[in-house]
Structures are given as C-alpha cells and as structure tokens.
C-alpha cells in the first residue's frame, strides 16, 4: 500500500471503570489505514476489536494515546467536532441493521445528509441512487419492515454511504444474517471496495476475512497479527 | 442543522404515535382553555360592573347613614344619627359645589291592583330624583314638590310593576293599593332595565314624606346628589363633610360614597379575582408540563437506539438535545393553540347562548397562556432533552 495513511493510531489505550475495577480494554494499539483498504478485524469475543471498531470510527475517545486522521490529531476535540467528522469522513453499519421503523427506505439512507445540511429533495435523489447502487432501486418508497434482512442490512449499508465517506465501518454486518444472505453482502462489500471505498469490518465470519485484503487479529487488547491476505488466498476462497 | 430539520423530525416523531402525542397535549389543552375562559369571565365581570357604574353617573355622590368606611384606626363614633330631611335642607342652603339633592327613603310592601298582588321595592323621593339620577317618567310625569310638601298619595310606576299588575290596561289616574294605603298612579318610568343588580323597572315611587308617613320612618335611607363637575367631586364631598358633620354635633356618623371610590373598589376586587382564576388554571398548566415531562422520559427511553444511531451518523449532543426540546415544545405549542381555540370557543359559545353572561377573551391572557405554554413545554422539555444528548452512542446502539 502506498500514499499517506488516512488514520494513524499511535499507541492507544482504552481504561473502563466501573466501581472499584478498572478493565483494560485496549492495552496500546498502533496501526494506519490507508485509502481503499479492505480490512478485517478479527479476535475472540473481549479482544477488543468493536472497541477499537468504535475509536477508529470517532464514537469513543481513547483514554491515551494519539489518533490522527489526515494528518490531524483529533484526541482533544470536542463532541460537535466529533460528531461533525463521524458524519463527513465515516459510514457505520451495525450487526442489528438500526434502520428507523418510522421513515421509508429511502429517508433512512438520507438521513445522514440532513446532518450534513442538504435540502430534502437533494437528499432523496442521492438517497435513490444510493439504494440503485446497492440494488435496492425499486424499493425507496417501502418501509424497513416491508424488507428482509438482508435487504435491510443493503439499506443500512447505502445510509452508510451517504455523505461519500472516507471509510465504511462494519461492525459484524453478517451476524444477523444466514449464510446466503450473508454472503450477498460480502459480494457488496467487495464491490464497494473495487470501487474504491476503504473497508473496516468487525468479524466472527470467516469469510469476511477471507475477502479482506488485511486481516488484524486481536487477543486481550493487543494486536497479534498484522497480514496482508496473498492475491492468490484470495483467488483461492 | 436547519431548524427546520429539526421540526420535521419532531413532527414526524409526533405523527408516528398520534394518540399519544394528543393525550400528552391534553394536559397543556386543558390548562390553557381554563386559562382562556376564566381569565374571559373574570374579566367580562369587570368590564360589566364598570359599564353598570359609569350609568349611574360620573359625578353622582350618595350620602348614607353611618360610617362604613374607616381609615386608619378610625374612632367609634359616640351614637349614629339618622340622616333627615333637615340634613338635606341644610346641604341644599349651604353648600355651593352641588347641583340638585334628592331625598331617599326605601321600603318593602306589597302593591295590590284589583286582585293582582306584587311585592315591591318603594322609593319614596322627590322631584330632584329624576335629575340626580337621570331616570324619567316616560308616560304621565314624575313626582312633582307639591306632591311632596302635601304629602299626596300618588305614585309612578316602573315597567315591570305595570306589566304584572296591570297587563295591557292603562295604568294612568287608577287606584292602586301599597300596603294598606291607595295611591292614585300618576305615571310609569321610562324602562332601565337591571343596573347594579337592581331592576329599575320593578320599583314604585312615591313622594318621600309619604313614604316616611306610611312606613312610620322619620329618617332617610340615603341622600343623593352631584357634584358640579368632575374635577369638584373632591371638594363637594369635603363641603357635605364639614356641613354634615356641624349638624351632628362634630360626628362623622355618615359615608360619601362616589363613583369612582365604588368603581375603584370593585376593579380592585374584580381584578384580584381575575389574578386568582388566571393562577388556579396556571397550576393545571403546569400539571399538563409535568406530563409532557413524563411521555419525553418514556419517549428517551424508547427511542434509545434511534439517538445512537443518530449521534453514530453525525447529530451532536446540540443536535438530539435540540431535536427533543424542540418535539416537546411543538407538543405543547399546538396544545396551546388548541387550547385557546377551545378555551375562546366556550367563552364566546357561552356569550351566544346567554347573552347576559359577561364574557370577553382580552388578547392578554391568549397572549400569555401561549407564551407559558411554549416555556411549560421548553422548561418540562429540557431535562428528557439532556438525558437524551448525554447518551452513550455506543450503549444506546446496543440497548435492547
């Protein structure tokens, strides 16, 4: 990989406490992510990897360490700027697809461009797009409840998408779903990424990982592997 | 973000759960139509006694026996004396701020004609009474000073008393029975109507020694009489004082009663009445507050993964508390509105049906029950709100 890193984590630590006991979560990450990388986090359940997953995408503050997103240190910035880049730089999907009962398919994947200060009918334009890209054209105008998972999970992923994000962030996008289904996802993951969207997936799902050009591998708060999957692992799966 | 935005996502939000949202307003609902429609009463009552006094007269000044009004410690006089006819030639000699006296003496007794019977308030007065207190005899004439000075045993009748006692008939130069007394009548008073709480209408006068003679009285109910102008009420009343009062041996055993001292009382009384009805239906104001406070609580609580979400996609913590002010505002706002709606639709509703009921919705009170239904909903809006913008994005995003 090549090009200046887009994310820089330079030995991050994240310290819970509740009560009298202190959990050391992330026990001093380092790692880049560069532009149009495809990257899996995987690791036993409490190795860390959501919550790194979570400060990677700016939903949590690490308790030390430095994060530098283009450049910028962005440890001591405030809520409204947080916020502000979680919304310009970042596009999160959740394992429970967290689509809004109450909007159409199509308000749902416009909802992250009202934070951004578009107009409604600017917004349900991009949004139709979006939802012809991840094949969901005809269905703008139904409601989350009218679909299938893994549809839902294809609406969650164009909301995603909405504000053209520098990286995607999924956090297990398979686990709600059976393996057929599943797998369609990862079909769209793959295309996103040859389309050059940089991928960070949180995963149990082997084949996930498979797909992902980097696999990182956590165990108790520490990074254990850092690899590169061969183009011939990958032609392989 | 547009505030716009954020209106839409509070309608929406509201829209999504229709029954709930309007049973939470009815709290506000009802609160701002008591408001409104007490507030109406009170202030129609106001307005009706004003108008019922400023018909009496602006300059008209009422001397009655005892003293009813004491300032500061106010001493005990040594014995009331009655106010008499001698009172009322003194004041007549001497005093030069008046313009007309007229002697009052009221009793009850039965007015019989034929075999109709009616129980009666009877004014016995004199000539000046028609000037003093600007009510004429419109059929026939009025009592005149001969009646009085020879004690004649005539009447004039009000309009209600004709009508029960002789229908269609014509009243003028027939017999008539006050008590056990005839009296010819010698004409009927134009018709006034209730003033004051008193039916002009059904009232018989007769001349003041007679009545005094009949009735076995030798003092006066009161006296009336006015002053010149407006500006001398002051020092009229000051003029009756001092001759009054060198009359009766230095007491001050009588009250001046005036206009405005009755017109300034009652406003007094009216208004803090007002104040007193505008604050009860305050507190269930705040009542339908705390109820709005209560569903934005349920609705945090419910709607813990759609904030995550949110702050997850890019609303900050201004955003969601925003978002949430604003939905409970917009709750209580529209309350409000409707409020004011129904609250003046039964004011005026009560005013069409019963004219007589004094009603009047003043723009004040609309214009103050909005604006503390938009700060009932803000004030009981703001703690959800701040609940709600302090979430975890990543908790609310896991909470079941």
């Known amino acids: 990989m090549s090009g200046a890193p887009l994310i820089q984590l330079n030995d991050v630590t994240k310290v819970y406490v509740t009560g009298a006991i202190r959990y050391e979560v992330l026990k001093g990450i380092s790692i880049e992510v560069r532009r149009g990388e495809y990257i899996a986090l995987i690791g036993a359940s409490g190795s860390g990897k959501s919550t790194l997953l979570n400060i990677l995408g700016c939903l949590d503050v690490p308790t030390s360490g430095h994060y530098h997103l283009e450049g910028e240190e962005i440890s001591a910035k405030s809520d409204t700027e947080l916020a502000h880049i979680r919304n310009r730089f970042f596009g999160f999907v959740f394992q429970s697809f967290n689509l809004l009962g109450r909007y159409t398919v199509a308000e749902n994947v416009a909802l992250p461009m009202v934070y951004h200060g578009l107009g409604r009918r600017e917004r349900l334009d991009k949004a139709k797009a979006l939802l012809a890209r991840v094949g969901l054209g005809e269905f703008t105008g139904h409601y989350p409840s009218e679909l299938s998972g893994g549809m839902q999970q294809r609406v969650a992923i164009a909301r995603a998408l909405a504000n053209n994000p520098a990286v995607l962030f999924a956090d297990e996008p398979t686990g709600n779903l059976d393996s057929k289904t599943g797998m369609e996802i990862i079909s769209l993951f793959e295309q996103l990424n040859a389309e050059g969207t940089t991928l960070v997936v949180v995963t149990h799902d082997a084949r996930v990982a498979q797909h992902a050009r980097r696999v990182l591998t956590l165990a108790d708060g520490r990074m254990l592997t850092d690899k590169q999957n061969s183009i011939a692992e990958l032609t392989g799966a | ?400």
Do not use: C
């Open chain 2, 1 to 400: 973000m547009n505030p716009f935005e954020h209106l839409r996502i509070a309608f929406d939000a509201l829209l999504a759960n229709k029954i709930r949202a309007f049973l939470t307003m009815l709290g506000v609902i009802i609160g701002v139509a008591s408001v409104i429609m007490l507030v109406a009463i009170g202030e129609g009552a106001q307005t009706y006694i004003r108008k019922e006094l400023m018909g009496i007269g602006t300059n008209l000044l009422i001397i009655v026996p005892g003293k009813t009004e004491t300032t500061g410690m106010g001493r005990m006089p040594s014995g009331i004396q009655k106010i008499t006819i001698a009172d009322l030639r003194a004041l007549e000699k001497r005093a030069t701020l008046l313009n007309g006296l007229s002697a009052v003496v009221v009793s009850n007794a039965p007015v019989k004609y034929q075999n109709r019977l009616r129980n009666v308030e009877i004014i016995g007065t004199d000539q000046n009474f028609e000037q003093v207190r600007n009510l004429h005899a419109e059929i026939g004439s009025f009592i005149s000073k001969t009646d009085v000075d020879a004690q004649r045993r005539v009447a004039v009748i009000g309009r209600t008393v004709r009508k029960e006692l002789f229908g269609e008939a014509n009243p003028l130069g027939r017999t008539v029975k006050i008590g056990e007394t005839k009296f010819r009548v010698i004409g009927i008073m134009e018709s006034k109507g209730v003033t004051l709480g008193m039916d002009i209408d059904d009232h018989v006068f007769i001349p003041v020694e007679t009545a005094q003679a009949i009735f076995d009285q030798d003092g006066l109910t009161n006296i009336l009489t006015q002053a010149i102008n407006e500006n001398t009420i002051e020092r009229a009343k000051e003029q009756i004082k001092a001759i009054m009062m060198q009359r009766h041996a230095g007491e001050e055993d009588f009250t001046i009663i005036s206009q405005q001292a009755m017109l300034s009382t009652m406003q007094t009384i009216l208004a803090t009445f007002t104040y007193v009805l505008g604050g009860i239906a305050s507190i269930s104001l705040l009542v339908g507050g705390i109820g709005i406070m209560n569903i934005m609580l349920v609705s945090v609580r419910e709607r813990t993964r759609e904030i995550g979400l949110r702050k997850a996609i890019g609303a900050s913590q201004r955003d969601i508390l925003l978002q949430f002010v604003i939905e409970s505002v917009t709750l209580s706002v529209i309350g409000g509105i409707i409020g004011i709606l129904f609250g003046a639709g039964v004011a005026y509703g009560a005013k069409a049906a019963f004219p007589v009921l004094p009603v009047d919705v003043s723009a004040w009170s609309v214009a103050l029950a909005f604006t503390f239904a938009f700060f009932v909903g803000a004030f009981f809006g703001i703690y959800p709100a701040m609940k709600a913008a302090r979430l975890n994005p990543i908790d609310a995003l896991r909470y079941e």
